[in-house]
Structure formats: structure tokens, C-alpha cells
């Protein structure tokens, strides 16, 4: 009966052993295959096949049914293209009368100068529009009082800044804005009577 044990267990210990051997050697077999220079070659030659687009569309069916996108379609480009000295001017101008406004009021400011710059009937430069002046009266109160430039720009601002030169535009087309609460009376006559009230947001008047 021991000796009947004694062979079994020597029988399995030589099965583990091939076993062993076997796997050892098959893994050896690949590595000499993967190292030379024909496996190399194809190797190479397979990863070169593979371009942008079939990458894509490899990661698009690997997904759970969400669709990949390649950035270069989504990649934003500006609508507006400014010199830094405009780009400087446009963030004050905002600043200057937009300061106290959120977001959109911000925009809206940002919105009208691009629309004057875009617009024959007025200077072609975000600088040049700013500092425009009519029979020598500035088109901008902060011009006119001298707190353009003075302000301290905020993040918001140059966010707001930002997103219309980016092209969102939410100004209806308006090419002119005042606050009827510190305008002059006589300035106000000459919006309401020459212009075409558009909306009223935040502590401006908006007209085309």
C-alpha cells in the first residue's frame, strides 16, 4: 500500500514537471519570435497602418455606445481677431461701465463695441470706437469722466470678454446703450427719439 502511494505521488510530481516545462518552453518560443527583426518588421508596419481616423473609429466602437469626437471639431476659433493694444481698451471699456453687471450685462457692453467696429457708420478699431467723439463729446461716459483705465479688469470681465469675441453674441444688434439714470436729459431725448429701443437689462437701455 505505501509503495502503491509512493507511485502515485512520484507519477504527479512528474506531470507538474512537464507541465512546467511545457509552459516554459512555449513562452520561450514566443519571445525568440517577437525579437526578431521579421516580427519587428510587421510589428511596425501594422501600428503604421493604423492612421488617426481608424484609431477613432476603433476607440468609437470600443465605447458604451458614446460617440468620439475628434477635438479638432470642437476646437473654438475666434470670431474677432484684435491687436493687444484693442483687446486692453475693449476689457476697460467693459470694466468701466459694466462693472457692477453680471455676466450677461458684461457681454452686452462687449457685444455693442464689436458691433459699432463691425458697423461702416463707425471707426474700425476697437480703440478707435472707444474713444470716438461727435461735435467733441465722447461716445462713453468713462471716456468722457476719465475712469477708463482706472478700474481694476476682473476675471468675469475677461470672461465675458472673451465669449463675445468667440462669437456669442446677445445684443440683438444694438449699437448703442446708455443708463437713462445718470444720462443726461437732453442725450436721452436724442435716444428715444432718433433710436429704436431694443431691451432694457441690467441699469441699461440698449438701442439700434
Not at 79 to 108: F, T, W
Not at 110 to 133: H, T
Not at 178 to 191: I, Q, T, V
Amino acid at each position: 500500500m505505501y509503495r502503491y502511494k509512493k507511485n502515485i505521488m512520484i507519477l504527479l510530481l512528474c506531470n507538474v514537471i512537464f507541465m512546467v516545462s511545457w509552459f516554459n518552453l512555449k513562452e520561450l518560443r514566443m519571445n525568440r519570435v517577437a525579437s526578431t527583426a521579421a516580427f519587428r518588421i510587421q510589428y511596425m508596419e501594422d501600428c503604421a497602418s493604423l492612421d488617426e481616423s481608424s484609431f477613432i473609429r476603433m476607440l468609437a466602437e470600443a465605447s458604451s455606445g458614446q460617440r468620439v469626437v475628434d477635438y479638432n471639431v470642437l476646437e473654438r476659433k475666434a470670431k474677432y481677431s484684435l491687436s493687444e493694444e484693442d483687446y486692453e481698451v475693449l476689457l476697460q471699456i467693459v470694466e468701466a461701465e459694466a462693472g457692477c453687471e453680471d455676466m450677461k450685462g458684461k457681454m452686452l457692453v462687449a457685444g455693442v463695441v464689436m458691433n459699432r467696429v463691425e458697423n461702416s457708420q463707425f471707426p474700425d478699431s476697437v480703440k478707435e470706437v472707444v474713444y470716438q467723439r461727435e461735435h467733441g463729446v465722447a461716445q462713453f461716459s468713462p471716456v468722457a469722466n476719465g475712469r477708463l483705465g482706472r478700474t481694476k479688469i476682473s476675471e468675469e470681465t475677461r470672461e465675458a470678454v472673451e465669449r463675445v469675441l468667440y462669437g456669442e453674441d446677445i445684443t440683438e444688434g444694438a449699437l448703442y446703450f446708455a443708463s437713462r439714470k445718470y444720462a443726461d436729459p437732453e442725450l436721452m431725448k436724442w435716444f428715444d427719439n432718433s433710436l429704436t429701443l431694443l431691451f432694457s437689462y441690467g441699469g441699461h437701455e440698449f438701442f439700434s
